[in-house]
């Protein structure tokens, strides 16, 4: 059975920093591209940011600079490092595993930037 735990949402000030986390089991970690998407209050599921299994990471144009994407193969978890919060990052993060046909996702954290 596929598991993706997310951890490490709250609540936070504009402009400071979250790390989340995504415990994965019941994959082959290092084989899967993992990513992290969110979708905030009225708006539609959006990608943030994808690690592929070769380690390749890209990101969404509103995150660059600001966020970072990254794995520990050996705990099999993915990270996400969330620096310069703004509110628009307000949004439930999902994290995602990724290797055709398979797609599966986690239940979400809630990240709220906010003063």
């Known amino acids: 059975q596929v598991q993706l735990v997310e951890s490490g949402g709250g609540l936070v000030q504009p402009g400071g920093s979250l790390r989340l986390a995504c415990a994965a089991s019941g994959i082959m970690f290092s084989t899967y591209a993992m990513a992290w998407y969110r979708q905030g209050p009225g708006k539609q599921r959006e990608l943030v940011a994808r690690?592929?299994?070769?380690?390749?990471?890209n990101y969404a144009d509103p995150v660059k600079g600001r966020f970072t994407i990254s794995r520990d193969i050996a705990k099999n978890t993915v990270y996400l490092q969330m620096n310069s919060l703004k509110p628009e990052d307000t949004a439930v993060y999902y994290c995602t595993a990724q290797r055709a046909p398979n797609y599966y996702w986690g239940q979400g954290t809630q990240v709220t930037v906010s003063s």
């Open positions: 690690i592929s299994s070769g380690g390749i990471t």
